[in-house]
């Protein structure tokens, strides 16, 4: 009887002795899911903020949002940023019937003008990269796949498949055009993305941007096979007023292209700044052996108001004619006013504009109204020259614009589009878009 008590106090001492050791364990297991949580929650908090992460070490990528998902080291040397635009555009077209019978009946409809997503980021401090692709339409276009160093002898180096430096309207991104198309000179004379390699760097104070490559002519997916010549693209941009963050700035740029058309042949074209129309001049494919394009360029932007033009010089020489060359022009002036205070932001480090961001983000009964813009652009197109009829084109148009936060817009052109000694259309667009 004696052992049996014994042997129960010996099992009740070994049951206390053991839970004075797990008592604490679970304390601190219990403090330390709470730690847990309480980071957790914070690290939410942040992110609904858009501030950063907290930092645990030189190596670790902390998460963050602006305007995009991004990923980032604490000393900045790695860096991966995703992203993407959605564009829905619907179209309502009237036309008189001579535009019927010279160009073809127009056709009311919508359309994914764009379906983007990409990835681009940074590698040790030096080797910056980007891949894009486009899934709009029928299939997946590639759209931007490069890589550069950033420290490079006398500048940045680029090379792969991206824009040549040509056009202050078409170097800014679709995702911040003020219209929703861009202009008919951009349009028939642009050389837009093409494969090749390109040196540039800002300078005096990132007041001055130069760009100089050497391009091929390249399909959707980045690739030629022909023997035809190199295209040697350059820009100069300056700011001689740049103030208040660039709510005060004068921008003045020029663009030269010398090019060497694939299969001898070039053909210039444009909508009339409406993509689901059909193209209302047209030169068709012709005999030619170079091709030099001069683009001017200007922009002053003044708290809420905004005014820019481009001029658009094309001059071909031609084979298999008793004329030497042909020479075509185009240009555009537009103007846009925010009604709500904000004004248009420029990235100095391209020389081209970028996002807008509301002062106050629209909110349904928040107080919040976004940023409005109206907007107005005339366009002029001359495609006939020595014995080539493309057509003269000039359109007019009216824009309203609802920025309702930095990534999301409303869009609502109106278009009067008038074919010289041909006919009129008359064209009303409005697009959804936002990106990331």
């Not at 081209?352 to 109206?374: D, H, I, T």
């Amino acid at each position: 009887m004696k052992e049996q008590k014994i042997n129960v106090l010996g099992k009740l001492l070994v049951v206390a002795v053991v839970f004075g050791m797990l008592t604490p364990l679970i304390t601190n297991a219990q403090r330390s899911n709470e730690a847990r949580i309480e980071k957790l929650e914070s690290e939410i908090k942040a992110m609904k903020a858009g501030r950063p992460l907290a930092e645990t070490g030189s190596s670790d990528f902390r998460v963050f949002w602006k305007e995009g998902l991004r990923f980032e080291t604490p000393d900045k040397d790695f860096q991966i940023k995703f992203g993407g635009r959605i564009m829905n555009d619907w179209t309502f077209v009237g036309e008189d019937d001579d535009i019927k019978a010279d160009v073809g009946e127009q056709k009311d409809g919508t359309e994914f003008r764009r379906a983007r997503f990409y990835t681009s980021g940074l590698i040790n401090g030096n080797v910056e990269f980007k891949l894009q692709f486009d899934f709009a339409g029928r299939d997946a276009d590639l759209k931007d796949a490069y890589l550069g160093l950033k420290d490079f002898p006398f500048g940045r180096i680029r090379g792969g498949h991206f824009k040549e430096p040509f056009g202050l309207e078409e170097l800014t991104s679709s995702k911040y055009i003020t219209f929703m198309e861009r202009s008919l000179a951009m349009e028939a004379f642009a050389p837009s993305r093409n494969t090749g390699l390109m040196l540039f760097d800002t300078a005096y104070d990132d007041r001055m941007t130069w760009a100089v490559g050497i391009f091929r002519d390249t399909d959707d997916d980045g690739d030629v096979r022909d023997d035809g010549g190199y295209n040697f693209t350059g820009r100069l941009t300056t700011l001689p007023v740049y103030e208040v963050d660039g709510a005060s700035l004068i921008h003045l740029g020029i663009g030269y292209s010398h090019r060497n058309p694939n299969g001898e042949s070039t053909r210039f074209r444009s909508r009339p700044e409406a993509h689901l129309l059909d193209r209302f001049v047209d030169t068709t494919a012709f005999a030619s052996d170079r091709i030099d394009l001069l683009g001017l360029e200007a922009a002053w932007v003044s708290g809420p108001l905004s005014v820019q033009g481009e001029y658009v010089f094309a001059s071909v020489d031609l084979a298999e004619t008793s004329s030497s060359s042909a020479d075509f022009h185009g240009y555009y002036i537009q103007t846009s006013y925010f009604l709500t205070g904000e004004h248009r932001k420029y990235k100095t480090s391209a020389g081209s504009f970028s996002r807008v961001k509301p002062k106050k983000n629209f909110s349904f009964g928040g107080g919040g109204l976004g940023a409005w813009e109206v907007a107005f652009r005339y366009s002029g197109l001359d495609l006939s020259d020595s014995g080539i009829d493309g057509g003269e084109l000039d359109t007019f148009t009216a824009g309203l614009n609802w920025h309702l936060n930095p990534n999301t817009r409303i869009m609502w052109n109106y278009i009067h589009a008038d074919k010289d000694d041909v006919g009129n259309a008359d064209i009303l667009m409005t697009r959804l878009q936002i990106d990331f």
